[in-house]
Every structure is written in C-alpha cells, then in structure tokens.
C-alpha cells in the first residue's frame, strides 16, 4: 500500500512539475512575444515620425528654395524698390507666406502688405548679410501678434551682397499640416527646441493646451513625469532619436526626432493603448491558446498514466521474464537480489555474486545454427536450475550471460560447486557430429557489504569474469580489490595525461638513424617521453596506449611536431650538423585530414626548411583505410614532406600494400631483423629489399642490436640503420653532441 501511494505521489509530483514547465514555457514565450511586439510599436513610431520629418522639411525647404530663388530674379532685376515690391506682391500670392519684404544693406525694409520697418538688429538679417540662408525661430508679429517664422535670403550683385529678401510663414499653417491625421486620428504633433521651447503646438484637443515649454506642461500634468522630463532633456542635449512614456490623463507614447532645421525636433505622440492593442490582441489570443494548450497535455498525460497502469503487467512480463528460457531476466534477477540482501539487512547466510558466460559460444552458433545454439542456452538454464537450491537466485541476461546468487558456509564450496556446474554445462552439449565443448567461465565476487548497491556487486562479478576471460587456463576468477585497483590505477593515469601536458612534462627523445656504409649519423626518429615535475619517468606502454583511446594521442603528436620544427630551427642557427627527424603520426591523427594545415602553420611558424622534418605511419595505420590515406598522403608529398611506412611486416597484406601506397622510406620491423640468421627469414629480408630498391623505396632496419644484425644488413645494401646497435632513444642535449660529434 506504501509503494502504491508513493508512486501516486510521485505522479502527482510529476503533473505538477509538467504544469510548471508548460506555465513557465509560457511565461518565457509571452515575455518575448511582448518584447517583440513592443518593438514592432517602436519601429512604428520611428517609421511615422521619419514620414512627418519628411513632411515638415519637405515644406520649409521648399518656401526656402522658393526664397532664394526669388533673391537670385531680384539680384537680376537690378530694378528700384518700387519694381521688386510690384515682383514680391506677385510672388506672395502665389505662396502661403503671410508678406515679403526687401531690405537694403541699412536695413530698413519694404513689405508686401506697405511697411517700411527697420530689420538691421534682426539675427535673420545679420546671418544673410554674411550670406547665409536662415530660418528664425518662432515669434510674434508686431501687428496682430500672430506666431510665425521668418525665412531670409542673401540679395547679391556679383560677388556682393546688396541686400535681403524675407518672408514670413504662418505658424498654423505648418499646424494644419501636422494636424493631417496620423494613427488612425489617434496620434499629434508637435515642433519643439532642445530647452523645450514651443515652435509649434498641436490642434488636437487631446495635446497640451497653450503650451510654452514641452518640461513644464508634463511635469503640471502629471508628478509621474518627473523622471520622463529628465530623460527627455538628456535626449534632446545630446540630439538622440528614440522615445518616452508620459502621463496626460492617460500614459503616451512620445517619439522625438531631430529636424535637421535649427535646433528643433519633432515630437510625435500616440496613446499607448491605442499602440499595443494589436499586440493586447495577440498576447490575449495566446493566452487562449496556451490554456488549451495546457488542458490538452493534462488531459494527454493522465491518459497516458491509465494506460501505463492497464500494461503494466504485460511491461512487466516481458521485462521480468526471459522469453528463451522461460526464467528471470536480469532485471528481475537485481530486484531479487536487492530485496534478498539488501532489502533483508544482510541477515542472510554468506553469499556470492557469479557472472558466467560461454568462451567463443558465438562459434556454437555459426557452426550449428541459432536454433541449435538457443537450444544450447535452455540446457544451460536448467543445469543451472538444477544446482540452485530453492533460496538461491539465478538469471538470464543477453547472448550468453547468466547470474547467480549462491549461498554458502566456506568459499571453497562455492568454488566446488562452480566445478560441478561446468561439468553439467559440458554434458548439455552432445553433437555427436562435433567434438565441441562449451567452456564457462567464472567471475564470483564474494559479497561482504550488504548496504553496497547491486550494480556495484554485479560490476565486480563482471570485473573478475573479465579477468578469468583474459585467461584460458581458469575456469574462474574471484574478485579482488586488485582487479579494481588495476582499473583506478589505469583512470588515474588517464586523468594525469591532460595535466601533464599543461604542465609541459611531455619531452621529446631522439633515436638516431646512421648510414649502413659510412656509420655516420643520417637522421633521427623523435620519440616522445613522460618526465614528472619530480624527475620520474613513465614508461610509454604505460600512457600511449591509453592516450590513443582517449584521442588524446593527437595532441601529443602535434606537440612533438612542434618540439621538432623549432629544435630543428635552432640547431640549424646553431650551426650543427643537422639531419632530418622523422616524427610519428598516430591512427587517431590520421582519422582527420585538416591536421595538415595545422603542421603547414606550425612549419612556417618555426622557418625550419621541409626538408629535415619526416613523417612517420604505421603499416596498421594505412591498412585501416588505404584509400583515404593515400589521399593524405599525396598532400603531404605535395608540401614537401618525406613519409615514412614504420613497422613494415606487421600487417597481413605489407607487400601488396608497397605498389599502392606512396611511401618513400619502409622502415623494417625488429621481428625481420631478428629472424636474419634462420634461412627463411634471411630469404625473407633479401626479398623485401630487392622488392624495395625495385620500386626505389629506401629501407631503414629497425631493432638492430648486434654486430652481426649489422653486418648481415650491410652486406645487402640497406640504406639506415637504427636500434640499439649504435644508439638508444636519448634526450635533447645527447642529440645535440650526437651532432657535434658528427660535424667533427
């Protein structure tokens, strides 16, 4: 009853983690899907004020024109003030300027609508007697205290100015045309200065009323404007475009704009409610659906827990009972054995965890069938059946594999048993057309932790099964802390190849190579070393191998080709003897062809000449992918590069791979070298290099130990000779007095 209830809770548990993730999924959507819209709003803006910009220049700019235009006709005229007031009242009739005038260099003026007035102390004036074309800011007219802007022009003759032309503009006429209807009638505009100064006002009867200053009306209008006030002054300071929310009544929009015309800026200003209605719309609408949404995947859900609940026998039969052999599977078999011993305490007789599996059974079923093999499998059930008692445990996991928990009083009758158990397996087995035994194999782990989890016990069954594996003379293995300090032995030093590197203990050695007939030194192979920051060194069978699992291995062989180039280099600067050394390209470096631009980089980086660095592959390596090595290969050459084919004769196809593989230098393996004084073998070894001197590859002898080695290599032309014979793998400066001792 306590599982079932906890298994409810559990699912309840689950419904409400579902529903906070979909609550949450749309929380995060909504939240983006209003930034975005708030942004389209935003766009919109920009696009409308960029639009009334347009219109507002569009129309001073062109009463500018007009203007200068009309200075330029006068400049022409040349006539007395009289026939350029007769020109002027014909011009403003033809234009929305309310009067024109013409002022000589004095200043004193003559309008259109009869006035002679003095303008010398007008900034207007001033700015086209300098020959400027000037716009003023807003101000009243002196007659009827109308608002207008007053528009001069510069009246030349030739290169001197005689003059202005002036012309005053209705401020309501730029009202009107800011009043044509933007945002659906909902939007209005307004012209205003850097300080907030009024240029021209809004007829909307929304807008501010009488307004002077755009600061002071909004911060009158509502306290929350304060901060918006500030805002909008650093905008207009420093000519940003963008936009404010402020209070009037209700919340706005207010996008402001710099006109390009005397400090002024156009402010443009909608509801916001108006604005984001369309985005309300669809954040409402989503909501909507996110609902549905969520009323389906419950109702999916508990849909979903039924019909678990109505297959959970069959979901358990087929997980809890192995279908060839009738008995448990090893699902069932761990649940089993946590509730024997882990579920009791421990308060058990002693017991032992076995793995068992068949050596090469997958041989029974290639040879007799799948059914005969299947066959084989349910006998071995039943032997096993048969020698468990009814306490103890037993099951089926994939192919092969069973497991037992056996009880006992001493190990060693667990051990007897186990032989008693073999010898039935070897009964089930009576092909009487075959003399094949069925070989099991043991891996028994002695449980004494009773709190230990069943997959660690199981690991370690498997962990001394594998042992037993590795060895065809033991029918089993009992499990030891050995075993498993092997393995953490092999992880720690896994783990310690990445710090090692950093830490640059990694150090390259030198095995020289010297000519057959003049024993002077011809090249060198570099070999890589571990050195510990304490001075210990780790043997290379130890950590290559497992730095080629781990893919680790191509970092070390881009460092040793980099420890190379710039040796190489300085060595040469040096002055020493220098000879090419051949550097080894590992299987996991070959599987990707851009390392070759690497190298390329790091050969031009060190300035070492192409010809003193040689690369390396093994024979197993090319025999892997041939065709996408050859490709790699061809590359290589093409850069320059000599390629070396290393332990030669290792592979089960080396002479047939020589006529197809472009190598240049075949490096003989030291099992040739030591079979040179058996018949065969020497036979062997004269063969291959008059196959290689055929195809003019030159051979390098590996593994030469003896005088004799030597000799016997001498005396059939092979070109190099490396191995311990004349030198041992050395460190740097060894190499570098190999070389001096050269040079000498």
Aim: glycine letters at 4%; charged letters at 25%; a negative charge.
């Amino acid at each position: 009853m306590m599982k079932i209830k906890g298994k409810w809770v559990f699912r309840l548990g689950y419904m409400i983690a579902l529903l906070l993730i979909v609550v949450i999924s749309f929380v995060w959507y909504s939240n983006i899907l209003r930034n975005k819209l708030s942004e389209l709003v935003r766009d919109t803006l920009k696009e409308v004020s960029n639009q009334n910009v347009l219109v507002v220049q569009k129309e001073i700019e062109g009463d500018l024109d007009a203007l200068t235009e009309v200075a330029e006709h006068i400049s022409l005229l040349q006539s007395s003030e009289d026939e350029i007031m007769d020109f002027l009242n014909e011009v403003v009739s033809r234009y929305s300027f309310k009067r024109m005038g013409f002022a000589r260099e004095d200043g004193m003026a003559y309008t259109t609508d009869a006035r002679y007035i003095d303008i010398s102390e007008k900034a207007a004036f001033i700015a086209s007697m300098q020959g400027e074309n000037y716009i003023a800011d807003l101000e009243l007219d002196s007659l009827d205290e109308e608002e207008i802007i007053v528009f001069t022009a510069p009246v030349r003759n030739e290169n001197d100015i005689i003059g202005v032309i002036f012309a005053t503009y209705r401020v309501e006429s730029l009202k009107e045309i800011l009043a044509v209807s933007s945002f659906d009638g909902e939007g209005y505009t307004y012209i205003i200065q850097s300080d907030g100064s009024k240029v021209v006002d809004s007829v909307d009867s929304t807008s501010f009323q009488n307004m002077k200053n755009i600061f002071t009306s909004m911060e009158k209008a509502d306290e929350r404007n304060s901060k918006v006030v500030t805002e909008l002054k650093y905008m207009l300071k420093n000519r940003k475009t963008g936009y404010v929310i402020f209070y009037n009544k209700i919340s706005k929009y207010m996008y402001v704009t710099p006109l390009g015309i005397n400090d002024w800026f156009l402010a443009d200003v909608v509801p916001v409610d108006f604005m984001e209605l369309s985005s309300n719309y669809i954040i409402s609408r989503t909501y909507v659906l996110c609902a549905i949404l969520t009323v389906v995947c419950v109702i999916i859900a508990l849909t979903i827990f039924w019909e678990e609940r109505r297959k959970k026998q069959e979901m358990q039969n087929l997980l809890y009972v192995d279908e060839l052999t009738g008995g448990s599977t090893l699902a069932k078999f761990k649940l089993d054995v946590q509730e024997r011993i882990i579920g009791n305490n421990g308060n058990n007789d002693n017991a032992a965890l076995i793995e068992m599996d068949l050596d090469d059974f997958k041989l029974v079923n290639e040879l007799f069938g799948y059914d005969e093999g299947n066959s084989v499998l349910c006998r071995i059930w039943e032997t096993i059946q048969n020698n468990c008692s009814k306490d103890e445990l037993a099951g089926h996991g994939f192919s092969d594999h069973f497991y037992m928990l056996l009880y006992f009083e001493k190990k060693k009758e667990i051990e007897e048993r186990i032989l008693k158990i073999t010898a039935g397996i070897q009964r089930c087995f009576m092909n009487k057309d075959s003399e094949y035994i069925l070989n099991p194999v043991f891996g028994i782990y002695y449980v004494d932790k009773f709190d230990e989890d069943i997959d660690v016990m199981l690991d370690c069954a498997t962990l001394a099964h594998n042992h037993a594996k590795g060895d065809r003379n033991e029918v089993y293995k009992i499990y030891t802390d050995m075993m498993k300090e092997g393995i953490l032995q092999k992880k720690q030093l896994s783990d310690q190849i990445e710090h090692a590197y950093m830490n640059h203990e990694f150090v390259a050695y030198y095995q020289p190579k010297y000519d057959s007939k003049t024993q002077k030194l011809a090249g060198a192979e570099a070999l890589i070393r571990w050195r510990k920051s304490n001075g210990q060194m780790v043997s290379p069978g130890l950590f290559v191998p497992l730095a080629e699992e781990s893919g680790f291995v191509r970092k070390l062989d881009e460092y040793i080709f980099r420890e190379v180039c710039f040796a190489q280099k300085r060595w040469l600067d040096q002055g020493l003897s220098v000879v090419p050394i051949s550097v080894n390209l590992s299987r996991r470096h070959l599987e990707n062809p851009d390392f070759i631009d690497e190298y390329k980089k790091i050969l031009d980086e060190s300035g070492v000449p192409i010809e003193y660095i040689q690369l390396e592959i093994t024979e197993s390596a090319i025999l892997d992918k041939q065709d996408e090595l050859i490709a790699i290969m061809d590359r290589l050459h093409q850069l320059g590069f000599i390629i070396l084919m290393d332990d030669f004769g290792t592979g089960y196809s080396s002479l047939m791979m020589l006529k197809s593989v472009p190598v240049d230098v075949m490096k003989l393996d030291k099992s040739f070298v030591d079979d040179y004084n058996d018949v065969k073998g020497e036979q062997i070894i004269r063969r291959v290099m008059q196959m290689a001197q055929d195809l003019n590859i030159e051979v390098t002898a590996e593994g030469v130990e003896t005088q004799e080695q030597y000799e016997f290599l001498k005396s059939i032309d092979c070109n190099m000779i490396q191995g311990y014979y004349f030198a041992r793998p050395m460190p740097e400066d060894e190499y570098e007095k190999c070389m001096e001792k050269s040079g000498a």
